[in-house]
């Protein structure tokens, strides 16, 4: 699970001060009274392809893709959008929505849906969202608060592509002001998305972050931009790593200053079950434990097990999400993970 108080580490050949995670999509058509032609991404890995204006930057290919605009190279960027390509359990693009809107509604201060729309996609079926939502604390694209405690009105847009047993879920974000001039961007890939067919991944492809984590028998694993997904059912594992904030140098500065006030802050009750565990590595690094639970304002409970870890400037996290039916089961996936996690 991606907290949005946290900033994405990797990008290939570049550094990226952007990213969120649950939940982004693409870019505008107008700037300084010039017409913005349309460059062409064919990405062969993921097995899509897809327009976008010529004023962003692509900035991850492999088998999901990842684009900003603004100066990528050192300030934070004006909006962001990946695309992610998922494997699909016969769901419609409509039912993948309806099962997942809560989940992406849960990690916000106010989530207010604006548009969710079926659309006519050649071969599928197709779904365009948008809402707007309340931050608190930092998101690092342009308007962001500048303190923890502080909140900004951003816009989600979304695209959900579902073609037989592959779905491609097109994430955009960008603040309120913002979008105005960059959403239009959406349109583009709206109209210019195909599945293609993909070549098969080689180990530079898989190559995205600077650690490695083992796939435990019954999780399937997924890739993305600084992090791995393994899911089993509605259960999820996630590796990833940020940059650490000022205010957290380590582990437990972390966790006390980053992590429990975003939990307080963006969830209708944050409780700690047991202790914070301090004597725990995770890749030979030191780290800390958790065991929490988060409810939503629907009333839903959902149970976490974190371990985190502060190594050469940059948070390492390995993340159960779970029901709390599923939350057991799930243990000695997290263990093997943890277990065999290691940097390169």
């Known amino acids: ?22 939940a982004c999509t693409l870019l505008c058509l107008c700037a300084c009274n010039k017409e913005i032609e349309n460059i062409t991404c064919k990405n062969t890995v993921g097995g899509y392809s897809f327009d976008y204006p010529e004023n962003w930057e692509l900035l991850k290919e492999g088998a999901s893709s990842f684009i900003s605009i603004g100066d990528v190279g050192g300030a934070v960027p004006y909006a962001t959008a990946s695309f992610s390509m998922q494997e699909n359990d016969g769901e419609t693009a409509k039912e993948h929505w309806q ?57 989600l847009r979304q695209l959900i592509f579902v073609q037989k047993d592959k779905r491609c879920v097109v994430s955009y974000m960008a603040s309120k002001a913002n979008d105005k001039e960059y959403g239009g961007a959406m349109t583009s890939v709206k109209k210019s998305f195909k599945f293609t067919d993909a070549k098969e991944e080689t180990a530079e492809d898989k190559n995205i972050a600077d650690f490695e984590i083992p796939t435990p028998e019954g999780w399937s694993l997924k890739t993305a931009e600084a992090y791995y997904t393994l899911t089993r059912g509605s259960a999820s594992i996630t590796a990833s790593v940020f940059s650490v904030k000022d205010n957290a140098t380590t582990a437990k500065d972390c966790w006390e200053n980053v992590y429990v006030p975003d939990f307080t802050a963006n969830f209708e009750e944050y409780k700690l079950v047991g202790e914070l565990k301090e004597d725990v590595k995770l890749g030979g690094a030191p780290a800390v434990e958790a065991q929490y639970t988060l409810s939503t304002v629907t009333g839903n409970t959902y149970s976490f097990r974190q371990i985190t870890a502060v190594y050469y400037g940059y948070v390492y996290t390995v993340v159960l999400t779970a029901s709390a039916e599923d939350y057991e089961d799930c243990m000695a996936g997290f263990d093997a993970v943890v277990t065999g996690f290691s940097f390169k």
């Open 1 to 22: 699970m991606l907290h949005p108080c946290l900033t994405l580490k990797k990008a290939v050949n570049k550094r990226i001060l952007a990213a969120i995670l649950a």
């Open 99 to 155: 099962v997942n809107e809560e989940f992406y509604a849960m990690g916000y201060e106010s989530f207010e849906l604006i548009k969710a729309e079926e659309f006519d996609f050649k071969g599928g079926t197709a779904m365009e969202i948008s809402a707007e939502v309340t931050v608190v604390g930092f998101t690092n694209l342009d308007g962001q608060p500048d303190k923890a405690e502080g909140k900004a009105v951003y816009v």
